[in-house]
């Protein structure tokens, strides 16, 4: 069941990205990310295990911008919380490495 929520969720991201003009960069093909490049900051510092306090100490934010731009990744990629999104991100290549 898990498995076939995870593929959904991936076919629903996918989709939402050709609506609105907008590839998912799973290559490194010159398509547009689908995150501004705060929410990729934001996304790839909780994806190393750092919590909202410290990224937003480490991008000189509040942690309450910190939470809204992880909401607006949640809602992009059609998951319920921060969790999951790190891991489709993940598993899709969407979280950017060099991203501080």
Same mark, same amino acid.
């Given at each position: ?20 003009? #907008?590839? =998912?960069?799973?290559?490194? $093909? ?7 490049? !705060?929410?990729?900051?934001? +996304? ?26 992880? #909401?607006? =990744?949640?809602?992009?990629? $059609? ?7 790190? !891991?489709?991100?993940?598993? +899709? ?8």
């Amino acid at each position: 069941m898990v498995l076939l929520d995870i593929t959904e969720q991936m076919h629903n991201l996918m989709m939402s990205g050709a609506k609105s003009n #907008s590839t =998912v960069n799973i290559n490194a $093909g010159g398509t547009k990310p689908i995150f501004t490049p !705060k929410e990729n900051k934001v +996304l790839y510092w909780v994806s190393q295990e750092k919590t909202y306090a410290e990224v937003a100490l480490m991008l000189g934010i509040s942690v309450r911008t910190v939470k809204f731009h992880m #909401s607006n =990744v949640t809602k992009k990629m $059609g998951v319920k919380n921060a969790r999951s999104a790190i !891991k489709i991100g993940m598993d +899709l290549n969407l979280i950017i490495n060099d991203a501080y």
